[in-house]
């Protein structure tokens, strides 16, 4: 079985992994110089790199790494710590370089006016695999959005029902109205998509929470949400808000740890959802980036 290929149709399947690679070798090891093993989101694995207790410790690191999304460096004295002493090693010290395969970030865009434009040409540069939805045929083309992986003209009913985000996708609601935004939001929070904004002010944030709330969705559900979408960068043309909304995304996928000027106020809307807290986040409602 071709590790390559594995890797490939794990990539296609939306699946995470996870490729540990011999880099470095002095003495003499159970394997071979550049030895391969890819270790699956559900445990199964491809290749080998010696076996016994190093592998072990190897495809315990390449869970910690898929998870993390982030490479790591293991070294290993097989002459000095006698658990790896299995009568399968000869001696020597090893390195092994265990890196994350991701599946494509995708990201599905309702909406096809300025920001959206924008924020396909600016999120496709930086990596997501762009799928754009719309229900205005003329908005709706390639041509309009020639970086677009997948262009729908569609009802945004007909489409939510078509489309199932997996856990590493991103969905952004920047349609022309509170309706249709509520109606993509309603089914946003109920995917299993990684991260959910929408676009608006705060008002239209807690008036459309407080209605979802009201029809029984589950407050947790919310959590995801980012609303108003993108960080506070003082944006206000399509073009900078699609910047802003980009660097909110790639902060989410590279896990940034930084504190950031998030916009977002649905945490802050779902615990002063009280009548006085509301009436008091109302008074300090801002403008949509």
Same mark, same amino acid.
């Given at each position: 079985?071709?590790?390559?290929?594995?890797?490939?149709?794990?990539?296609?399947?939306?699946?995470?992994?996870?490729?540990?690679?011999?880099?470095?070798?002095?003495?003499?090891?159970?394997?071979?110089?550049?030895?391969?093993?890819?270790?699956?989101?559900?445990?199964?694995? +491809?290749?080998?790199?010696?076996?016994?207790?190093?592998?072990? =410790?190897?495809?315990? @690191? #390449? *869970? $910690? &790494?898929?998870?993390?999304?982030?490479?790591?460096?293991?070294?290993?004295?097989?002459?000095?710590?006698?658990?790896?002493?299995?009568?399968?090693?000869?001696?020597?010290?090893?390195?092994?370089?265990?890196?994350?395969?991701?599946?494509?970030?995708?990201?599905?865009?309702?909406?096809?006016?300025?920001?959206?434009?924008?924020?396909?040409?600016?999120?496709?540069?930086?990596?997501?695999?762009?799928? +754009?939805?719309?229900?205005?045929?003329?908005?709706?083309?390639? =041509?309009?959005?020639? @970086? #677009? *992986? $997948? &262009?729908?003209?569609?009802?945004?009913?007909?489409?939510?029902?078509?489309?199932?985000?997996?856990?590493?996708?991103?969905?952004?609601?920047?349609?022309?109205?509170?309706?249709?935004?509520?109606?993509?939001?309603?089914?946003?929070?109920?995917?299993?998509?990684?991260?959910?904004?929408?676009?608006?002010?705060?008002?239209?944030?807690?008036?459309?929470?407080?209605?979802?709330?009201?029809?029984?969705?589950?407050?947790?559900?919310?959590?995801?949400?980012?609303?108003?979408?993108?960080?506070?960068?003082?944006?206000?043309?399509?073009?900078?808000?699609?910047?802003?909304?980009?660097?909110?995304?790639?902060?989410?996928?590279?896990?940034?740890?930084?504190?950031?000027?998030?916009?977002?106020?649905?945490?802050?809307?779902?615990?002063?959802?009280?009548?006085?807290?509301?009436?008091?986040?109302?008074?300090?409602?801002?403008?949509?980036?």
């Amino acid at each position: 079985m071709d590790i390559y290929e594995q890797i490939v149709e794990l990539r296609h399947q939306g699946r995470r992994g996870a490729v540990a690679t011999i880099v470095n070798v002095r003495g003499s090891i159970p394997s071979f110089r550049t030895a391969k093993m890819l270790v699956r989101d559900d445990g199964s694995t +491809v290749g080998t790199i010696g076996g016994g207790c190093v592998e072990a =410790e190897v495809w315990q @690191a #390449a *869970r $910690e &790494v898929m998870e993390a999304e982030k490479p790591r460096t293991l070294t290993f004295d097989l002459n000095q710590d006698p658990k790896y002493d299995t009568g399968l090693v000869c001696g020597g010290t090893l390195e092994v370089f265990v890196e994350p395969v991701l599946p494509p970030a995708l990201l599905y865009v309702f909406g096809a006016g300025h920001v959206a434009h924008s924020l396909c040409e600016a999120a496709a540069n930086a990596g997501f695999d762009v799928i +754009v939805t719309d229900d205005r045929s003329s908005y709706a083309t390639k =041509e309009r959005f020639p @970086a #677009a *992986r $997948e &262009v729908h003209a569609l009802d945004f009913e007909e489409a939510t029902k078509k489309l199932d985000p997996n856990e590493s996708a991103f969905i952004v609601i920047v349609t022309r109205g509170h309706r249709d935004d509520m109606r993509i939001l309603r089914w946003a929070v109920q995917t299993r998509a990684r991260y959910v904004g929408m676009i608006g002010s705060k008002r239209k944030v807690i008036e459309i929470f407080k209605t979802l709330k009201n029809e029984g969705i589950p407050e947790q559900l919310f959590d995801r949400v980012h609303a108003p979408v993108g960080l506070d960068i003082g944006a206000i043309t399509p073009e900078e808000i699609a910047v802003a909304i980009t660097a909110e995304l790639i902060a989410v996928r590279r896990h940034a740890s930084a504190a950031l000027p998030h916009l977002s106020c649905f945490k802050g809307a779902r615990q002063s959802s009280g009548a006085d807290s509301t009436a008091a986040a109302l008074q300090k409602d801002e403008p949509s980036i």
